[in-house]
């Protein structure tokens, strides 16, 4: 069992991989579990809309409660279930963050994959959870970095969430819309430079926008080849 968080700046991605990224291993026989844990904002059940008789934010505030009422099964993929969180509430400490890691140890030998969707910049207080993962992900929107300083600026982005409790470090491109050649060469030297394998890039994609309004993970629809591929690197090296 492995436990894989996503994480990176506000708006990359990150719900979208999360879902999709789950949705295709649970497609591939793995039983995954993906954790809502972006206490801030919790939006992933706008992606996936599965009845949720008790959210995350239940379990931290009472953490008696039983953990099958946080799970939601989802009906059309065998072996991919949610643990989804809503706006409730008003403070939110290192303590919450603290249950959350909890949780995951309670549930990690029931599953064969947890994805863990963190909230955006990864705050002081969540680092309790990046602690509890066996690897990082960081989400890099590739629309956001100058195109002149893209190396530099992608050391800068790996630096900037390369934290002490990080235990393995790989990292997405999303909306990379650049040639191949170039993207290569840009794997080849982050590669070099920190010795962190870049899993895939994810093209900007209109299914993947449709995703929040639809409510179903927009793998579901159709195939979506980037996603596969960033699931067989993790079932191959992480996994
Ligand atoms: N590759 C993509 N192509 C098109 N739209 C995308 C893609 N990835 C994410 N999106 C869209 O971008 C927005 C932000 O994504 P989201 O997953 O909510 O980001 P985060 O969780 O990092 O804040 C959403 O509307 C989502 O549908
Ligand atoms: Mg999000």
Redesign the pocket.
Same mark, same amino acid.
């Given at each position: 069992m492995r436990v894989v968080g996503i994480t990176?700046s506000?708006?990359?991605?990150?719900?979208?991989?999360s879902v999709n990224i789950a949705s295709c291993l649970a497609a591939t026989g793995v039983r995954t579990l993906t954790i809502d844990a !972006?206490l801030y904002f919790p939006?992933m059940s706008s992606h996936v809309r599965v009845p949720s008789p008790r959210s995350i934010h239940d379990y931290v505030t009472n953490p008696e409660i039983d953990t099958e009422w946080l799970i939601s099964q989802y009906n059309k993929i065998k072996d991919l279930y949610f643990v989804l969180g809503e706006v409730k509430m008003k403070e939110i400490d290192a303590h919450a963050f603290s249950m959350v890691s909890g949780l995951i140890e309670v549930l990690k030998n029931y599953y064969g994959a947890i994805i863990v !969707?963190f909230p955006?910049g990864v705050p002081i207080e969540s680092l309790p959870l990046l602690s509890s993962l066996d690897l990082q992900l960081i989400?890099i929107d590739l629309r956001k970095i100058p195109l002149v300083d893209l190396e530099i600026s992608i050391l800068n982005t790996v630096y900037k969430y390369w934290k002490d409790e990080t235990k393995k470090l790989g990292v997405i491109f999303?909306?990379a819309d650049l040639p191949e050649r170039r993207l290569e060469v840009l794997e080849e030297y982050i590669y070099s430079e920190l010795g962190v394998h870049i899993l895939g890039e994810?093209?900007?994609?209109?299914s993947?926008?449709m995703?929040?309004y639809l409510g179903i993970p927009a793998c579901l629809d159709g195939e979506l080849p980037s996603i596969e591929r960033i699931t067989q690197e993790l079932l191959k090296y992480y996994l």
């Open positions: 990176g506000g708006g990359v991605g990150k719900t979208t991989l !972006d939006d !969707d955006s989400v999303n909306f994810v093209p900007y994609t209109h993947l926008l995703e929040p």
